[in-house]
């Protein structure tokens, strides 16, 4: 009983700083985005971010639960990921003030 406790408090730590680490880029975004498109147009342009955000994440997990079904695992999926996540990067490194 005291283990399985243990284990329930740990993962909703986990779960909670997850929560906070997404949520985290929120802020940094919409200036971003602000300053660049100006306030009239950031619903626009945020939501439209976030929805791509939202299908690209829908994408992943859908493909992943393919291919562990073929018993491929998730390593091909994970380097697609980190790919993605490069790409991503090099773009923020792009971003002029």
Not at 24 to 52: D, E, L, N, Q, W
Not at 63 to 90: F, H, Q, R
Request: charge should be positive; glycine fraction near 10%; charged fraction near 15%.
């Amino acid at each position: 009983m005291r283990t399985e406790t243990i284990s329930k408090i740990k993962e909703n730590r986990n779960n909670f700083i997850e929560f906070l680490a997404g949520d985290s880029t929120v802020p940094p975004t919409t200036g971003i985005i602000s300053r660049k498109v100006g306030s009239a147009k950031i619903a626009i342009v945020y939501g439209s971010i976030f929805i791509g955000h939202q299908i690209g994440a829908f994408a992943s997990a859908w493909l992943g639960g393919i291919l562990v079904n073929m018993s491929l695992g998730y390593s091909g999926l994970w380097l697609a990921d980190l790919c993605l996540c490069l790409i991503a990067t090099i773009a923020n490194f792009k971003i002029r003030d």
